[in-house]
C-alpha cells in the first residue's frame, strides 16, 4: 500500500482513541458525575441503614431457626444414646445369666427338663431385655457349644453358621457395637476374647435387632417445616429417614455429610438439590458412631422475615424513585444543555463552522450559548483573511518550486544537444530529439500540481536515456520497475527527474568509466521508498549530516536548492513522515531515499 492512502486510516484511529480519551475525562471530571456522586453520597448511608436493618431482622430470625433445630438434633441424638447404652448395659448382664451360661457350658451334662428350663428362662429374660426399649425388635442369644439360639420371639432354632461367623467376626468403629446384616441393624454383646478362640471354643454371644420403623417414627417426632426433613446417618453410611420422604433429597444430605473433611461433634451446612438450596444442622454421636441431620428449605429461615421484606421492598422502591426523578432533572437542566455544547464543538473539530445552539431558558447555559454562536461567526469572517490567505500563499509557493526547478533543467538538456550536434553524432541527435520531446510534452502537456507516480516515473527514465546518450562510455543506468501497487499514486511533479540531474552533474561527474547508477523501489507497511544511489566518491560523514539537517522541519538555509523543494514539497504534501534522507551508498557514493509515508 502506498503510504498517503494510509494516512487517512491512521488519522482516523488517532482521532477515535482521541474522542474515546475525551469521553473517559468528560466522565471524570463533568458537573453531572459530581452531582451525581454526591447525591449517591448523601443517599447511600439512608439505604445502608435500612439494609442493615433487614439483614440484622434476617439474621436473628435464620440464628434463632438453628438454635431450635441444633437444640432438637441435641436432644433426641442425646435421647437416643441413651436408649443404646441401656440396651447394650441390659444386653451385657444377659450375657452372664446363669441360664444362658449352664446352656453353653453344660448342656451335655443336663438332664432334658433341665434344657428345657434353662431353655425356657433364657427366652423370659429375653423377652423381658426387648419389651424395655421401644428400640429393640427382637433378642437373640447365640449358643454355638448346643448348636442352638434362642429368641425372644420364636424361642429356640438350630444355629445359623453364616450369621454366627459374621457376629463373632465383624467390626465397626462404633462404641455401641451396631452393626448391620442383612437389612437389619443389631447391638451385639460378646465376651472379650480373641475372635478365633471365641471360634474355636463355640462362646456365646448375645444381639439385639433394632426396629428401623420405630427409629423412623422417633425421627418424626423431631420439628420440621414444609419441605424439610431428618435423617440419620448409620455407620455403614447408609440413612435412615422419615417414611415418604424424598430419598433423592436425603441422598443429597448424605452425599453432603460424607463430602465434610470433619463429621465429628455438630456443626451445620448447605447442599442444592433439583436447583433448590436446603440448610441443615447436624450431631454426631461418638459412641453410635452415627450422625442425625435435620434439614429444611432455605427459605423457611426467613419465613417469619416476611414482614420486613415488604417494608424493605417498599424502601428500596422509593429510593430508586428519588434518585431517578434527582438524576433526570439534574440531566435536563444540567448534563443535556453541556451535551448540546459538546457536540457543536466536536463539529467545529470536524470544520463545520456554521453550527448554531439554541437554548429556550435564561439561565446560565443561555449566557454561554449566546457567546459561543457570536464567537463562532467572527471565526467564519476571519477564514477569508487568514486561512484562506495562508492556503493560496502555500499553493504559491509550491509553484514557486517547480519553475525553479524547470530553467535548470533546460540548460543542461540543451548544452548535451549543442554538444551532439557539434560532434555530428547524428543519430544520437534523432533518437535524443525525440526522448526531448517525450519530456517536453510531460512538461507541457499536464498542468497539474501532482501526477500519477507511474507519470513521473516515466519521465525520469526518460532523463536518465538522455544522460546515457551523452555518457555512454562512462557509466550504466540501473532503473528498477515501478511496483503495479504504487502506479496511481499521485505525487508532485518533478521530485525525481532533479535528484537524478545531481546524481549526473555532481556524484557522477568525475567518474572517466565504470560509473553507475541505480534506482531502486521499496515497498512497505509503513509506505514506498525510492532509492537513488550512484558509486561517486565517498562522502565525509559530516557532509551527510548536513544534507539531513537541511532537510529537518524548520531548517533555515541561505538559498533553497532543488533538492530542498522536493523535500519541503513532499512534506506539505505527505505529511512530516516523508521527505529525503541521505545515506553513504553500499557502492560507496551517496544513497537518496526518498520517503513517500
Known amino acids: 500500500m502506498y503510504g498517503y492512502r494510509q494516512a487517512p486510516a491512521t488519522l482516523v484511529g488517532t482521532k477515535g482513541d482521541n474522542i474515546l480519551e475525551s469521553a473517559l475525562i468528560f466522565w471524570r471530571k463533568s458537573i453531572f458525575t459530581r452531582l451525581m456522586l454526591t447525591f449517591l453520597l448523601i443517599v447511600s448511608p439512608l439505604y445502608l441503614v435500612a439494609f442493615l436493618i433487614y439483614n440484622w431482622g434476617i439474621g436473628s430470625v435464620k440464628e434463632e431457626l438453628e438454635r431450635t433445630m441444633k437444640s432438637q438434633v441435641a436432644f433426641f441424638t442425646s435421647n437416643l444414646n441413651t436408649e443404646v447404652q441401656r440396651i447394650n448395659s441390659l444386653l451385657y448382664n444377659t450375657l452372664y445369666d446363669s441360664n444362658l451360661t449352664d446352656l453353653a457350658d453344660t448342656v451335655t451334662k443336663m438332664s432334658d427338663y433341665e434344657i428345657y428350663r434353662s431353655i425356657n428362662n433364657l427366652q423370659q429374660r429375653l423377652l423381658v431385655l426387648k419389651n424395655s426399649n421401644l428400640y429393640v425388635k427382637d433378642v437373640t442369644a447365640y449358643i454355638p457349644s448346643a448348636e442352638m439360639f434362642v429368641t425372644s420371639n420364636e424361642g429356640v432354632g438350630n444355629v445359623d453358621p453364616d450369621a454366627l461367623a459374621f457376629f463373632n467376626r465383624a467390626s465397626t468403629n462404633s462404641k455401641s457395637q451396631l452393626l448391620q446384616y442383612r437389612g437389619d441393624f443389631y ?7 480373641d475372635m478365633r478362640y471365641r471360634m474355636e471354643k463355640k462362646v456365646h454371644l448375645l444381639t439385639a435387632t433394632l426396629s428401623i420403623d420405630r427409629i423412623r417414627a422417633s425421627l418424626g417426632q423431631l420439628d420440621t417445616r414444609p419441605g424439610g426433613g431428618t435423617a440419620l446417618l448409620l455407620p455403614d453410611r447408609s440413612l435412615v429417614g422419615l417414611p415418604g420422604a424424598d430419598e433423592q433429597l436425603a441422598a443429597a444430605l448424605g452425599a453432603a455429610l460424607q463430602a465434610l473433611p470433619d463429621l465429628s461433634g455438630s456443626g451445620s451446612l448447605t447442599f442444592a438439590q433439583d436447583g433448590q438450596n436446603y440448610f441443615a444442622v447436624y450431631e454426631t454421636s461418638s459412641y453410635l458412631g452415627a450422625t442425625l441431620a435435620v434439614y429444611v428449605h432455605q427459605e423457611a429461615l426467613t419465613e417469619k422475615a416476611d414482614r420486613f421484606k ?9 429510593a430508586v424513585l428519588i434518585v431517578f426523578v434527582y438524576m433526570l432533572s439534574a440531566f435536563k ?8 455544547l459538546i457536540r457543536a464543538l466536536r463539529q467545529m473539530e470536524k470544520g463545520n463552522l456554521n453550527v448554531e445552539i439554541t437554548h429556550r431558558s435564561e439561565d446560565e447555559y443561555g449566557f454561554v450559548f449566546t457567546r459561543f454562536n457570536g464567537m463562532v461567526r467572527n471565526l467564519n469572517q476571519l477564514i477569508d483573511q487568514v486561512y484562506k490567505q495562508q492556503i493560496l500563499t502555500q499553493q504559491a509557493e509550491l509553484k514557486q518550486l517547480q519553475s525553479q526547478i524547470n530553467p535548470h533543467f533546460l540548460y543542461n538538456t540543451y548544452f548535451v544537444l549543442y554538444n551532439m550536434a557539434m560532434s555530428e553524432d547524428y543519430d544520437n541527435v534523432k533518437q535524443f530529439t525525440r526522448q526531448l520531446g517525450t519530456y517536453f510534452q510531460f512538461i507541457t502537456r499536464n498542468a497539474a500540481d501532482d501526477v500519477p507516480l507511474k507519470m513521473e516515473v516515466e519521465h525520469a527514465r526518460t532523463y536518465c536515456e538522455i544522460q546515457s546518450l551523452r555518457f555512454w562510455n562512462r557509466l550504466a543506468v540501473d ?3 515501478l511496483p503495479a501497487s504504487c502506479s496511481d499514486t499521485l505525487v508532485p511533479r518533478l521530485i525525481l527527474q532533479p535528484i537524478l540531474e545531481n546524481v549526473f552533474e555532481h556524484g557522477l561527474a568525475d567518474k572517466k568509466a565504470d560509473g553507475l547508477l541505480t534506482v531502486a523501489f521499496d515497498v512497505s507497511a ?11 566518491p565517498l562522502l565525509p560523514d559530516s557532509v551527510i549530516v548536513q544534507l539531513n539537517e537541511k532537510m529537518l522541519p524548520g531548517a533555515s538555509s541561505s538559498e533553497t536548492t532543488a533538492i530542498v523543494n522536493i523535500n519541503r514539497r513532499l512534506r506539505l504534501k505527505f505529511g512530516d513522515g516523508s521527505g529525503l534522507v541521505f545515506r553513504h551508498g553500499a557502492e560507496g557514493g551517496l544513497q537518496v531515499r526518498i520517503v513517500i509515508a
Not at 187 to 193: D, E, K, N, S, V
Not at 310 to 318: D, Q, T, W
Open 526 to 536: 509503513a509506505g514506498l521508498e525510492i532509492v537513488v544511489e550512484d558509486n561517486g
Open 310 to 318: 415488604g417494608l424493605f421492598l417498599v424502601y428500596s422502591m422509593a
Open 479 to 481: 532503473f528498477g520497475e
Open 333 to 340: 437542566f444540567v448534563q443535556q444543555p453541556m451535551l448540546k
Open 187 to 193: 447391638l451385639r454383646a460378646l465376651l472379650p476374647l
